[in-house]
């Protein structure tokens, strides 16, 4: 996949991009990012093209066909971008999310095409081997999927349990090293949650109440 091309997205529209950067860092090192893309606005750009494709040949069945029914209106359809370092403490997750919704309300009101339907967001999963299980239990800091799916981020479980579908699938280590995971934390993955408006709106509401 064309991440650049993502990268060179995100970096387009900074009204609505939310990057968790360390204060006074001279190196401008980037700690995560919160970002919508709008699969319509850029549909032409061959990175969205990958993109759709490449989710088409993962999903099968049911998470299959509501990838589809989400695809026939692009332009109502947010592909968002959650990505953190491990190290990151998840209660910025709270502030992160409330930060874009407000970004994003702002945008619809200037009439910017930030107005979504439907969401398909993407987040790294990871099976454990048994005799790791309990030492990660300990860490705490990961939470499980109905799938038996270990996930980093503390939204992610959230967005499992309020999801119209999901679908999973294995990556290689060297595919997980480069966008910075590691393979210490079992079989790596990729999860892929699709949610509606309203689903979205839940979620959300329930990450607030999580955090509180």
């Not at 709008?38 to 299959?64: D, F, T, V, W």
Request: charged share 25%.
């Amino acid at each position: 996949l064309d991440f650049s091309g993502l990268v060179e997205i995100i970096l387009g529209q900074p009204q609505v991009s939310v990057c968790l950067k360390v204060e006074d860092d001279d190196d401008d090192g980037v700690f995560g990012v919160l970002a919508p893309i709008n699969a319509g606005e850029h549909g032409k750009e061959e990175c969205i093209k990958q993109l759709r494709k490449y989710l088409l040949q993962k999903a099968s069945g049911k998470p299959r066909g509501v990838l589809n029914s989400f695809f026939e209106q692009p332009k109502s359809l947010c592909y968002l971008i959650n990505e953190r370092m491990v190290n990151v403490p998840p209660e910025l997750a709270g502030p992160l999310h409330q930060s874009l919704q407000a970004d994003v309300k702002e945008a619809v009101r200037r009439k910017e095409p930030f107005k979504f339907s439907n969401f398909v967001i993407i987040c790294k999963s990871y099976q454990l081997s048994m005799p790791t299980m309990a030492g990660k239990k300990k860490k705490a800091k990961k939470t499980s999927s109905a799938e038996g799916l270990m996930f980093v981020n503390i939204e992610d479980e959230v967005f499992s349990k309020n999801c119209q579908a999901q679908f999973s699938y294995p990556v290689s280590q060297e595919a997980e090293a480069e966008a910075g995971g590691s393979s210490e934390d079992g079989k790596a993955f990729r999860t892929v949650f699709l949610l509606t408006q309203e689903q979205m709106t839940q979620a959300w509401s329930e990450l607030r109440q999580v955090l509180a």
